[in-house]
C-alpha cells in the first residue's frame, strides 16, 4: 500500500494537470465547421454554415467561456485569438445573413461582438488592441472578414501546433496569389494591406519592399505610385469569382 504522502502527491499531480488541460482550447469543432464549409480557394458556403448553425454557435459560446491563461504559450494564445477574430467575423455575418458586405453591417469594426471574462471586444479591438501588439506582421494574412479581397480563409483552425507553419505558409501564398496581387518582372500592383500597416512591415529594420521580397517568386525593387489595389469588401462567398486584381 503506497504511503498516504505519496497517493496525496499523485492525486494534485493528476487534479493540477487535468486542470491545466481544461485551460487549453479545444478547437475541433471549428475545424470541421471550416472544412465542412470553406473550399480550397478560401470561398465560403454561408448556407452549409446556416444550414448547422446550432455547431458554430456552441463553439463561438465555447470561445466566449475561456481566455488565455499566464501558463498557455505565446502560439496559444496567438491562435486563441487568431480563430476568435475569424469566428466573430463569421458569426457577425451569419447573424444577419444573407448580406452582400461585412460593410452592409452597422458599425461593424467597432461592433463589440465577442465577450470574455466580461470584457467585450471589436474586431478593431482583437486586431489592433491584441493580434498587432504580438509584434509578427504575417498575422494580416491568417485574419479575414470574409471579405473577397482578405487573405483566404484556411479551412482550418489555428493551433498552438500549426500556428508557426502557417504563419508562413499562409503569408507567401497570399503575397503570391495573382488573384490578390500582381507581381511580375514587369508589374508590380499589391494588396491595401500593405498600404495599411506600413508600419507593422517596416519592423526590424526592413521596408515592405524587403518584407515582399522574403517570399514573393519574382523580386521588386520599389513600390510604384498607385501600386495599391481597391480593396474588394463583398462577401467571400462559394460559388461567386474569386477576386480579380484591378486598381480603379
Keep these: 500500500m503506497k504511503p498516504l504522502k505519496t497517493i496525496f502527491f499523485i492525486l494534485t499531480l493528476f487534479l493540477f494537470n487535468n486542470s491545466y488541460a481544461q485551460q ?101 479591438d482583437i486586431e489592433h488592441g491584441i493580434l498587432r501588439k504580438f509584434g ?37 501564398e497570399f503575397i503570391n496569389d495573382p488573384q490578390r496581387n500582381q507581381i511580375t518582372s514587369s508589374l508590380v500592383k499589391i494588396s491595401q494591406v500593405f498600404e495599411w500597416y506600413r508600419d507593422d512591415f517596416e519592423s526590424n529594420n526592413i521596408d515592405v519592399v524587403d518584407f515582399i521580397n522574403q517570399y514573393t517568386t519574382v523580386k521588386i525593387n520599389r513600390i510604384p505610385k498607385n501600386a495599391y489595389i481597391t480593396y474588394d469588401w463583398s462577401l467571400n462567398k462559394k460559388d461567386k469569382q474569386t477576386p480579380i486584381t484591378s486598381n480603379n
Design 24 to 124: 487549453k482550447v479545444d478547437h475541433d469543432a471549428w475545424d470541421r465547421i471550416l472544412i465542412l464549409n470553406v473550399m480550397d480557394n478560401g470561398m465560403v458556403d454561408y448556407d452549409g454554415v446556416t444550414q448547422d448553425v446550432s455547431v458554430f454557435y456552441e463553439y463561438f459560446r465555447y470561445l466566449c467561456k475561456i481566455s488565455p491563461q499566464d501558463n498557455w504559450s505565446k502560439e496559444e494564445k496567438l491562435a486563441y485569438w487568431l480563430n476568435v477574430y475569424n469566428a466573430t467575423a463569421m458569426k457577425m455575418i451569419i447573424d444577419e445573413y444573407p448580406i452582400e458586405s461585412i460593410n452592409d453591417l452597422e458599425n461593424p469594426w467597432k461592433r463589440k461582438a465577442f465577450k470574455s471574462q466580461g470584457v467585450r471586444y471589436s474586431l478593431d
Design 136 to 172: 509578427d506582421p504575417r498575422i494580416h494574412f491568417l485574419l479575414n472578414c470574409g471579405s473577397m479581397s482578405s487573405p483566404r480563409l484556411w479551412n482550418r483552425a489555428y493551433t498552438s501546433m500549426n500556428i508557426n507553419e502557417a504563419l508562413e505558409e499562409r503569408t507567401r
